[in-house]
T-cell receptor, first 116, second 114 residues
């Protein structure tokens, strides 16, 4: 069974379009994340979300919005897509173990977004 | 050898040799660190973690060393195998929102030569 799954795996779209990437985790984790990985493999957190709060990286444009219908899902909506949005987007999840625990994040397989 | 520049740093090692991947972190207040391995076409995968009250932690064939004085982490892989070829990232927990704000390093590509 896949722990963290994302759909679609590949997404090719034109500038100006609106698209969504779906993410589901079956691990029962409290917190989910979205990361962006650019062509140089640099991995940057975009959002983290649990049932208490949404934490947004201040550098993320407001065209990006996470939506969580329930604890197991965190979808990423992107409006008015731009060329610079082309990247691989990873969803991840982790369990809150408190200050002394382990914060291993389980990553999905990634969605390669190409904006033309 | 290791190369650093505009491209992803690459470390090439001979199969069977030991590998050492280095990482400099930025936040002196960070007290929890993780090493991840990312194989081609996949998401990052947890390897090992360490807290700041430790200098060293060992796993299976891997050892992480932490030097808080110079804000430096290293990952040592013993008897490197072809399956170890991947990009390796260190991650530090952010000062705020503990556990939810990891900052990843730029990554190092490990290439294992036959």
């Amino acid at each position: 069974d896949t722990a963290v799954s994302q759909t679609p795996k590949y997404l090719v779209t034109q500038m100006g379009n609106d698209k969504s990437i779906k993410c589901e985790q079956n691990l029962g984790h409290d917190t989910m994340y979205w990361y962006k990985q650019d062509s140089k493999k640099f991995l940057k957190i975009m959002f983290s979300y649990n049932n208490k709060e949404l934490i947004i990286n201040e550098t993320v444009p407001n065209r990006f919005s996470p939506k969580s219908p329930d604890k197991a899902h965190l979808n990423l909506h992107i409006n008015s897509l731009e060329l610079g949005d082309s990247a691989v987007y990873f969803c991840a999840s982790s369990q809150d173990h408190g200050l002394a625990g382990r914060y291993e994040q389980y990553f999905g397989p990634g969605t390669r977004l190409t904006v033309t | 050898g290791e190369s650093v520049g505009l491209h992803l740093p690459t470390l090439s090692v001979q199969e069977g040799d030991n590998s050492i991947i280095n990482c400099a972190y930025s936040n002196s207040a960070s007290d929890y660190f993780i090493w991840y391995k990312q194989e081609s076409g996949k998401g990052p995968q947890f390897i090992i973690d360490i807290r700041s009250n430790m200098d060293k932690r060992q796993g299976q064939r891997v050892t992480v060393l932490l030097n808080k004085t110079v804000k430096h982490l290293s990952l040592q892989i013993a008897a490197t195998q072809p399956g170890d070829s991947a990009v390796y990232f260190c991650a530090e927990n952010g000062a705020q929102n503990y556990g939810q704000n990891f900052v990843f390093g730029p990554g190092t590509r490990l290439s294992v030569l036959p």
